[in-house]
């Protein structure tokens, strides 16, 4: 497809589980943002990357999210040890330069 | 750091009226973006429009205006003749050098026919 495709869309995880996430691009896009978006909130910047270097990760909130983006083009977010208040809708955006004009449709992650 | 103010937990308009969504920002760049961006119950953000701090003129894309003022620190977002399909979130964000927008809890837009 043409637009920002994020898989997968639900994700239901037990407490202590690992989980990966995964956005790709619109094709040529060199910027690539995560966001976390909590129910009722705006979204929450999380990491940016621009082809492949992450020059900003001050967004994670802890040391078991990870993000990587090895060959500037697919990302994947990594969220370890899962816990209740990482439950939110992650969102993945691209853009050819500057700020995320494109989003994915986002992936609801449920903690049980 | 940039921070985002919408006071407006929700808004109801009548279908082809005019309506204005508030946002008030606060940054310490002395060059940054302004955005606005729609988000209806499927859950995709959709970008709208796009102001300049240093743009004379406002945006404006289609039926959207962004009401700059800059003394105010203000950037309304204004949709002329509202249509149903317009009921959505709407948020704004703004970004300073580093494109990247930090978002305010937004907006709820309900227009009734």
């Known amino acids: 497809g043409a637009g920002v495709s994020q898989s997968p869309r639900y994700k239901v995880a037990k407490r202590g589980q690992d989980v990966a996430l995964r956005c790709d691009p619109i094709?040529?896009?060199?910027?690539l943002f995560w966001y976390q978006q909590a129910l009722g909130q705006g979204p929450e910047f999380l990491t940016y990357?621009?082809?492949?270097?992450?020059?900003?990760k001050s967004g994670l909130p802890s040391d078991r999210f990870f993000a990587e983006r090895p060959e500037g083009s697919v990302s994947t977010l990594k969220i370890q040890r899962t816990q209740q208040e990482d439950s939110a809708v992650y969102l993945c955006?691209?853009?050819?330069?500057?700020?995320?004009?494109?989003f994915g449709d986002g992936t609801r992650l449920s903690i049980l | 750091a940039q921070k985002i103010t919408q006071t407006q937990p929700g808004m109801f308009v009548q279908e082809k009226e005019a309506v204005t969504l508030d946002c008030t920002y606060d940054?310490?760049?002395?060059?940054?973006?302004l955005f606005w961006y729609k988000q209806p119950s499927s859950g995709e953000m959709i970008f709208l429009i796009y102001?300049?701090?240093?743009?004379?003129q406002n945006a404006t894309e289609g039926r959207y205006s962004l009401n700059f003022q800059k003394a105010r620190k203000s950037a309304n977002l204004v949709i002329s003749a509202s249509q149903l399909g317009d009921s959505a979130m709407y948020f704004c964000?703004?970004?300073?050098?580093?494109?990247?927008?930090?978002f305010g809890r937004g907006t709820s837009l309900i227009v009734h026919p």
């Open positions: 990357f621009q082809n492949e270097a992450q020059l900003d």
């Open positions: 964000a703004t970004s300073g050098g580093s494109y990247i927008p930090t």
């Open positions: 094709s040529g896009h060199v910027s």
């Open positions: 940054t310490s760049d002395q060059s940054y973006g």
């Open positions: 955006a691209s853009s050819y330069q500057g700020a995320p004009q494109h």
């Open positions: 102001q300049g701090s240093y743009d004379e």
